[in-house]
């Protein structure tokens, strides 16, 4: 079982930056894929950015260019550095871990943590 827990969330003014973690208990390969999601109240959950236990990070092209997503050498947390922060960027951020467990894909959430950006 895996249990992700995500900090760093806040109130920011735009063009301000906010750096969020999420760590994972619980056992995480490699071959993992971490990352970043987001969700405003009447619409869909959206990806922000994920990382794979090899760097290769894939982001939102609403994000491109202001937020960076890392994972720590130890594979067990993963961060998301968002800089130029804009009112739009307001939503619930949860962290999300994907991966094989005992032959099937297992999908894991965080509680989530509020980003709110004003203008």
């Known amino acids: 079982q895996v249990q992700l827990a995500e900090s760093g969330g806040g109130l920011v003014q735009a063009g301000g930056s906010l750096r969020l973690s999420c760590a994972a208990s619980?056992?995480?390969?490699?071959?993992?894929?971490m990352g970043w999601y987001r969700q405003v109240p009447g619409k869909q959950r959206e990806l922000v950015a994920t990382?794979?236990?090899?760097?290769?990070?894939n982001y939102a092209d609403s994000v491109k260019g202001r937020f960076t997503i890392s994972r720590d050498s130890a594979m067990n947390t993963v961060y998301l550095q968002m800089n130029s922060l804009k009112p739009e960027d307001t939503a619930v951020y949860y962290c999300?871990?994907?991966?094989?467990?005992?032959?099937?894909?297992?999908?894991?959430w965080g509680q989530g943590t509020q980003v709110t950006v004003s203008s």
């Open positions: 619980g056992i995480i390969f490699r071959s993992d894929v």
């Open positions: 990382i794979t236990g090899g760097g290769i990070t």
């Open positions: 999300n871990t994907k991966g094989l467990r005992g032959g099937e894909l297992s999908n894991y």
